[in-house]
Nanobody, 118 residues
Framework: GRLVESGGGLVQPGGSLTLSCAASGLTFSRFVMMWYRQAAGKEREFVAGIPDVGGSPQLVDSVKGRFTISRDNAKNTVYLEMDNLKPEDTAIYYC????????????WGQGTQVTVSL
């Protein structure tokens, strides 16, 4: 399987970006999709996740009310819509696919840089 993120960039505080993660070589509908981020000098952290079927999306508290995760199984793509961005959101954002039945089957994307600055 392969994951390719896009949509990162430089944005001013209060601005918006939408990240996309296109999956290939895997049965997308059988994977829980997640976004993680890693700021310089910090550990990688979970940001948002969306189940393969049913269930509710999960968001880390620091982004609730500002970020929205969604998926389009027909396009094998997961999105992260980010609004009211803050400087502390600056990080490399990674897409992660976790097979719902087998924990050892998972994939990471290469990451996309998001920089929030004046």
């Amino acid at each position: 399987g392969r994951l390719v993120e896009s949509g990162g960039g430089l944005v001013q505080p209060g601005g918006s970006l939408t990240l996309s993660c296109a999956a290939s070589g895997l049965t997308f509908s059988r994977f829980v999709m997640m976004w993680y981020r890693q700021a310089a000098g910090k550990e990688r952290e979970f940001v948002a996740g969306i189940p393969d079927v049913g269930g509710s999306p999960q968001l880390v508290d620091s982004v609730k009310g500002r970020f929205t995760i969604s998926r389009d199984n027909a396009k094998n793509t997961v999105y992260l819509e980010m609004d009211n961005l803050k400087p502390e959101d600056t990080a490399i954002y990674y897409c992660h696919a976790q097979h719902r039945g087998t924990l050892t089957i998972h994939y990471w994307g290469q990451g996309t840089q998001v920089t929030v600055s004046l």
